[in-house]
């Protein structure tokens, strides 16, 4: 049987997950999206299964990230806290690991778990006005299996209860950035940067090359969130990267190890810091506040046009800037200059 919400085709499928909320003893709902008057209209039916003793949980794959709007933090934190009165495993999660975008609904009870896979959102637009398409798993292994990943979403290394995770504002997601471009490169010193003569210095090059590789440490913000002592969670912030030299860029006699001063080419001394990996100081980064060089280098691809706020960094970006790579042009001991 399919649900599409189109009558020529299955059936809705609102009224079916309004009636397996009414029957159920245990739910477990993992979407990407939720809407809060979805939310709302089922939190009486989430609270009372928890209070039943049964497992009661509901996971957002996309709000870590995208941030959600004040009125549905408020409704998602209250939920998620009279969840927890009831059964300290049960509650709200956010992934925090991983964007996850899918929608899965687990209902039933420890001798019967019915579990449905498809398209729509826990949401008004996905459980009842969009033509969505889900379907009901029948298949013993397939449901083996998805109830595997749904035990893997909720997993720690994946989800947090949503009070433990720093959730922003949908709408101050799209309009600020917690720490600006002007907000950290002006607590650097600046110096004259025609008084070095990079043509005679020896230099080594980091490659910025996209090409073959879904991963980048300029794009750390979309990766997974930062988890404190305290076992809450932060969101990556945008001008925070990881940049990893190769063993063929840290094996070199003109490598830095340990601390050391940049000199950029725009004028700004930057402190600096390699560690990391044992004795191959791997991670090169700025001292003290990681984000300072994340700003130096995305806030050149932004003000060149070639890359747009909050979007990754691809090798798209990196033709359209025109230079693929920073040099690193040894000094002396301690100081560098870098070319970007």
Known sequence: ????????????????VDQHFK????????????????????????IRIGE?????????????FDGLSSPMIKTLSKLDNELKNSNK???????????????????????NRELFLGSSNFSGSGLIRNMECDIKVKDVETKSDLIGYLDFLFNPDNAVTFN?????????????????Y???????????????????????????NFKGKDKSGLNVYFGKGRMQKNGYVKPRDWYEIEIIAPVSINSLDIYPKGDFLAFTDDGYKIPMRTQGGGHYYKNIRSKGNLKIFGAWIKGKLEKSGALEKLKPVNQEVIDSYGNGSIKFYKIKDKEYYMEF
């Open 164 to 180: 433990k995770a720093e959730i922003g504002s949908k709408k101050a997601k799209k309009t600020k950035i917690k720490s600006t």
């Open 52 to 64: 039943d003793g049964g497992k009661s949980q509901l996971l957002l794959g996309m709000a870590f």
């Open 1 to 16: 049987m399919i649900f599409t919400n189109a009558k020529d085709f299955g059936e809705s499928f609102e009224p079916e």
């Open 23 to 46: 029957s159920s003893s245990n739910v477990r709902i993992a979407s990407g999206y939720a809407s809060r008057n979805i939310v709302e209209n089922y939190s009486k039916d989430f």
């Open 89 to 111: 495993d049960n509650g709200v999660f956010v992934c925090y690991s991983k964007r996850y975008h899918g929608k899965i609904y687990e209902f039933g009870n420890k001798d």
């Open 182 to 208: 002007n907000d950290l490169m002006n607590t650097l010193e600046k110096y004259n940067k025609h008084k070095i003569k990079k043509e005679n210095l020896p230099f080594f090059e980091y490659e910025l």
